[in-house]
Nanobody
Framework: QVQLVESGGGVVQAGGSLRLSCAAS????????MAWFRQAPEKEREFVGA????????YYADSVKGRFTISRDSGKNTMYLQMNSLKPEDTANYYC??????????????????WGQGTQVTVSS
């Protein structure tokens, strides 16, 4: 069992920055990908980006590419999401997730094994 705890959400003005963290409760064995998703009110869950735990290869949704950066600290079992140049449309509840699968579409939420509770990000215009 892996427990994930997100932190770092808050309210920020458009153009500002926030850094989210996702701490995993156990060692990262058998975890291949860690990922961020987000969900705004009355919208479907959206893939934000992912990182391989080994090697640190990153993948991003087009909507955040160039503005968001995912990194990880394997020693601390923690993943980060640095969000710059935030826009009002980035407002959402942000979730981290992990999966054992090394293949398959990263955007498919049902391929992930564990999820955090989420942290709210609000970007005011």
């Amino acid at each position: 069992q892996v427990q994930l705890v997100e932190s770092g959400g808050g309210v920020v003005q458009a153009g500002g920055s926030l850094r989210l963290s996702c701490a995993a409760s156990t060692r990262s064995f058998n975890i291949y990908f860690m990922a961020w998703f987000r969900q705004a009110p009355e919208k479907e869950r959206e893939f934000v980006g992912a990182i391989t735990l080994s090697g640190g290869y990153t993948y991003y949704a087009d909507s955040v590419k160039g503005r968001f950066t995912i990194s990880r600290d394997s020693g601390k079992n923690t993943m980060y999401l640095q969000m710059n140049s935030l826009k009002p449309e980035d407002t959402a509840n942000y979730y981290c997730a992990v999966r054992h699968l090394s293949t398959g579409r990263l955007q498919e939420g049902n391929t992930y094994n564990y999820w955090g509770q989420g942290t709210q990000v609000t970007v005011s215009s």
